[in-house]
């Protein structure tokens, strides 16, 4: 766990790096609260624009998340903390209320799919609440330390509905997460896993395979 030390909270970084390095960090700091602000007002002009006006969307999900590769689809509503935290790569799709609070970077790899309420949660608090708890800074302002931890999602996943992981973990390449999961510890590549806390339960193997259809979709 982070260790509040007053020594390094002065070192002379800013609060946005200490954060992205895992480390205690006001959350209340301007230059935070201003991207966050400017985030969050995206947010809600994405998620008020009809699925038609897909140009306009694609626009504001390239501001949001100017990290990701192409084909990919975030449906509304969507929220973000800073987005620019968040690197997606392609063919990704997300379902309804996809919630991402980057405090620390989020990698998501290629073809990774994801049902509805899937949240990715890298932020963290001290367990004493004397530490977690509001203070006051020099001016009289609220606020509090946090800290965070990353999360890797490997390519070729799958995040069924009302899926949680937290900071810390790495879902290995071509895992199925079960549907109402927490994903408190890392996940084995090409793994079926489910449960609170999630757990892997076998590997996914050739016997999993099925017989795909051989019709292509007539081009549009």
């Known amino acids: 766990m982070a260790e509040i030390n007053d020594q390094n909270l002065a070192d002379g970084r800013s609060e946005r790096e200490r954060m992205l390095a895992g480390e205690l960090y006001n959350a209340g700091d301007p230059e935070l609260a201003a991207l966050r602000d400017k985030v969050h007002e995206l947010c809600r002009q994405y998620n008020a624009l009809p699925e038609t006006a897909r140009q306009e969307r694609e626009a504001i999900m390239k501001e949001l998340v100017p990290d990701m590769g192409t084909e990919s689809e975030i449906l509304g509503p969507v929220f973000f903390d800073y987005g620019i935290h968040t690197t997606i790569g392609s063919r990704v799709f997300a379902n309804f209320n996809f919630s991402v609070l980057d405090v620390c970077p989020v990698t998501i790899g290629d073809n990774v799919m994801m049902g509805p309420n899937v949240s990715l949660m890298t932020p963290l608090h001290p367990l004493c609440f004397e530490d977690r708890n ?9 606020f509090d330390y946090e800290y965070g931890a990353p999360i890797t999602i490997g390519s070729n996943c799958w995040l069924a509905a009302n899926v949680t992981v937290v900071g810390g973990v790495t ?15 890392d996940i084995p590549a090409h793994t079926l896993a489910y449960g609170t806390p999630c757990k892997p339960i076998r590997q996914i193997t050739e016997a999993d395979r099925m017989t795909m259809p051989t019709r292509v979709p007539e081009a549009k």
Do not use: Y
């Not at 006051?136 to 302002?141: D, I, Q």
């Not at 879902?171 to 510890?185: K, L, N, R, Y």
């Open 134 to 142: 509001l203070r006051n800074s020099a001016s009289g302002e609220p």
């Open 171 to 185: 879902i290995g390449e071509g895992s199925v997460i079960g549907a109402g999961s927490v994903v408190t510890h």
